[in-house]
């Protein structure tokens, strides 16, 4: 008979899979398709694997970390997100590599699998760095007819939602005694990362 934390394990990793084979190809509907304001930046994060797993994990990742880092780690990123929004609307900096959008996906994904715990000043920072090169992403990928203020407010309300969904998925775990869930959760993030790696 599968224990409770079995069960949800391989329901959590069913879906991250089926997620990746759905969205295997990020980022569909740009801001063109949602007439580039808001909704073109609520729906940004929510159209790319990448994103979405990345910003899932940071939720799971602070909560499941605790201390400074349960508020620090999302802050972080949240800020940084919007400066990488900006960098990248402004045409400022390198392109973000997907390579480096995958790597931020594995490195949460492992952190969650093993329960990492740096110092928060570490863990904050790891997250604003993903975030950096995430909201360069978004800025980037904004359409040329876009109202920057309307799509930075979308993709910003979007993230924050995808980060307390994380949250709330790990206080869930911890609610009903499931922890080890989170071993196949990040597992999971980071096999997905892998494979957005080679595509």
Partial sequence: MPTRSSRFSLLAFTILF???????????????AHGGGFMAGFT??????DHLLAM??????????????????????????????????????PSPFETGIAASVIVLGLAIATAWRPSPLIGGSLCGLFALIHGHAHGTEMALTASP???S???????????????????????????????W???????????????
């Fill in 56 to 93: 899932l994990s940071v939720g799971i990742w602070s909560a499941q970390t605790g201390g400074k880092t349960f508020w620090l780690a999302p802050l972080s990123f949240v800020v940084m997100m919007i400066v990488g929004g900006i960098l990248g609307m402004s045409g400022l900096g």
């Fill in 149 to 151: 203020a309307l799509y």
């Fill in 18 to 32: 089926i997620l990746a084979s759905k969205f295997a190809e990020a980022h569909i509907g740009t801001g063109t």
């Fill in 153 to 183: 407010l979308g993709f910003v309300l979007a993230t924050v939602m995808l980060i307390a969904t994380g949250i709330a998925m790990a206080l869930t775990m911890r609610r009903f005694k499931i922890e080890n869930a989170a071993a």
């Fill in 44 to 49: 940004h994060p929510l159209t790319g694997i």
């Fill in 185 to 199: 959760v990040g597992g999971g993030v980071a096999a997905v990362g892998f494979a957005l790696l080679l595509m």
